[in-house]
């Protein structure tokens, strides 16, 4: 039953049904959230007609959910919360999305404008959308019900053209309420077309990129997430096999291109980034991650040499870092398919001492790193761990893999082999933790496939009360929880000699399997690999939510993971 037919009676419609058939117009079938003054009722009617309303303990999981879905599915994941301290728990989500360029709208109820702006203390009052402005993509306030459509269709767009990110859109109390004519407010919806146009890059761009590419020596693709999220993983297959370059996938590209791929760099990586002279970045920026696009991971005086191609939606992206030689503005989609014009039978592969000389590298790493995951120490580490975990990825490649922590992190990005597009989702730009068991569920509902959620004790932490959400939904997701005691390791002692442990210091020998099974679910500590394999298998096969515990040397691991050298003690003055 339709909404406007629930309310033909009175032939009124409310500003909670205008919401809610806002988004089903706009094909959005899913709201992440967390229900109380002033939402409840639109969580309980949005289920009532038809939606799938999924409610978390903490609205930032809700927002991290909404957050993937978007990255997953190309829609607005839509994340739902109660004014102020509601909206907060979900703003970080909001950021981190816009951050990491994946579209979301929160959708936050707030107190009564009147008395917010006079500043006279309602419940829960704050100003959100000047809180929320400067930290998301578009922000937008609807105070009278005939204007819901727009505003709903204004967050859409803003969501998703161009670069996408977080909208945030504020929906007051009184808002819910109003009725209107039910008719006029079904003409008052706006179904957004073509929310995410192509835009064709500019032939002269897509020239001066060939050029660079044909003239290069030691060419070398770099796929970042913008790729995965472009889902135009025919094209970019075919630009990389048709041009023979070698590419490295970002953490989150990976299986754009299986990673057993033979062009794969990924097992050379210092090598062809110190080294490569032309490198095309695909929806990748030259942030952090990529130390900049200088330095010594680019071969210092080397770099002098190098330039880069950049395709990429925002224009403004261009040159953030270091000179780009041939930006080519458009979508990923579009760009790699004008690129692919150029690519004819007579291109000419890259130079065979190039190809091979990688080929080597990789060999020599490959064998390093078979060695040492046959390794079977006692107690496990994070290699022996993680064979288990690559082998139950290699047979189940549909899986959605989720990741987080330091050493944890690092080790599963290098060990695991993806093989399909946009099957990991891990802590992306900011290297934020607590986005487990958020993007686990929104894995679990978009895809419908089996999720491993591969954490660290201290980032499983962070989201762990949403393993009831899990099990509440009965959601086919396995957490392993690398249990080693705390963060990064378990072994710090505190100097001071008080009772104290060290900060980076947790309890002992937790029983994390125990919090999954307290809500039904089926908990598992394992020691060894074989328990490991044992108990994913399971949880894989059965689709129950599972919990298990693996047990890793707490001596193993180092600061930080991967990257130490940013702490402000060890880093290059
Ligand atoms: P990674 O962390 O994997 O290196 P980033 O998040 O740094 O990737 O970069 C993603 C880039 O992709 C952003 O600059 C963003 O503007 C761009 N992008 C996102 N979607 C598209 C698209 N459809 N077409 C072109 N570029 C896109
Ligand atoms: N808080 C937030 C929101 N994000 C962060 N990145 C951190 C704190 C700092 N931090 C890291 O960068 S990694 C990490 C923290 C607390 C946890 C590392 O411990 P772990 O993983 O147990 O999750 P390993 O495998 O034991 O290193």
Redesign the pocket.
């Known amino acids: 039953m339709s909404s406007q037919a629930s309310t033909a009676a009175s032939e009124t419609i409310d500003g909670f049904h205008l919401v809610i058939d806002a988004l089903k117009l706009n094909g959005i079938d899913t709201i992440f959230g967390l229900p109380g003054i002033p939402i409840t009722d639109l969580t309980r009617m949005a289920q009532a007609e038809g939606m799938r309303v999924i409610s978390f303990r903490h609205e930032q999981h809700a927002g991290n959910a909404a957050a993937a879905a978007g990255f997953l599915t190309q829609k607005p994941g839509i994340c739902l919360t109660v004014s102020a301290p509601g909206f907060l728990n979900g703003l970080t989500a909001l950021t981190n999305a816009t951050t ?2 994946f579209p979301m709208i929160l959708i936050s109820g707030s107190s009564e404008r009147e008395i917010v702006d006079l500043q006279q203390g309602d419940y829960e009052e704050m100003d959100q959308l000047a809180i929320a402005k400067p930290l998301c993509k578009a922000a937008f306030r609807v105070l009278h019900a005939e204007d819901i459509g727009v505003g709903i269709a204004r967050a859409i767009r803003s969501a998703l053209s161009g ?2 990110g977080g909208v945030y859109l504020d929906l007051p109390a009184k808002l819910f309420a109003q009725t209107m004519d039910a008719a006029a407010g079904k003409r008052s919806l706006i179904e957004v077309v073509d929310p ?1 146009p192509r ?1 064709i890059p500019a032939p002269d761009s897509v020239q001066r990129a060939l050029a660079l590419l044909k003239g290069a020596k030691k060419p070398l693709i ?9 889902q ?1 993983d025919a094209e970019i297959r075919e630009l990389v096999e048709r041009t023979g370059i070698p590419y490295l996938p ?4 990976k299986g754009l291109l299986p990673d057993t791929h033979e062009q794969s760099a990924s097992a050379a990586r210092s090598y062809v980034l110190a080294e490569a002279d032309v490198v095309m970045l695909v ?3 030259l ?1 952090w ?2 130390s900049h696009g200088k330095g010594k991971t680019w071969g210092n005086e080397k770099a002098m040499a190098r330039q880069f191609i950049q ?4 224009p403004t ?1 261009i040159d953030s870092n270091v000179a780009i030689a041939a930006p080519l503005i ?4 579009s ?1 790699v398919s004008a690129l692919l014009g150029g690519v004819d039978k007579n291109w000419a592969k890259p130079p065979a001492d190039w190809t091979g000389a990688i080929a080597d590298r990789k060999d020599k790493n490959l064998s390093k790193m078979a060695e040492t995951l046959a390794k079977n120490p006692s107690p496990m580490n994070f290699h022996s761990a993680l064979n288990v975990v690559r082998n139950i990825v290699k047979d189940n490649p549909e899986a959605m893999l989720v990741n987080e922590g330091a050493n944890t992190l690092d080790f599963t990005r290098s060990i695991v082999d993806m093989y399909l597009p946009r099957k990991r989702l891990d802590v ?2 900011w290297g934020i933790m607590g986005i487990g068991m958020g993007f686990a569920v929104a894995a679990a509902v978009t895809t419908g496939k089996p999720v491993i959620a591969i954490e660290g004790d201290s980032a499983f932490g962070f989201s762990g009360m949403e393993v009831e959400t899990i099990c509440r939904y009965n959601l086919p997701v396995c957490v392993v929880v690398f249990n080693n005691n705390g963060v990064y390791r378990g072994t710090d002692v505190n100097p001071s000699g008080t009772a104290d442990v060290a900060p980076t210091v947790f309890v002992k020998n937790a029983r994390y399997e125990m919090m999954m099974q307290a809500f039904g679910g089926v908990g598992v500590m394992a020691s060894t690999p074989a328990e490991l394999d044992k108990a994913m298998r399971e949880a894989v096969a059965s689709g129950k939510p599972t919990l298990i515990n693996a047990i890793i040397d707490e001596t193993a691991g180092t600061e930080s993971g991967r990257i130490t050298s940013l702490n402000p003690s060890t880093a290059k003055k």
Request: some cysteine; proline content about 3%; charged content about 15%.
């Open positions: 990491n360029c670069r996408p995410a835009q770099l796929l970042g997430k913008g790729a995965a999220y472009a135009a970002m953490s989150m590209a929806g990748a920026r942030n991650l990529l395709i990429d939606i925002a992206e458009g979508d990923i989609g760009c992306g730009t």
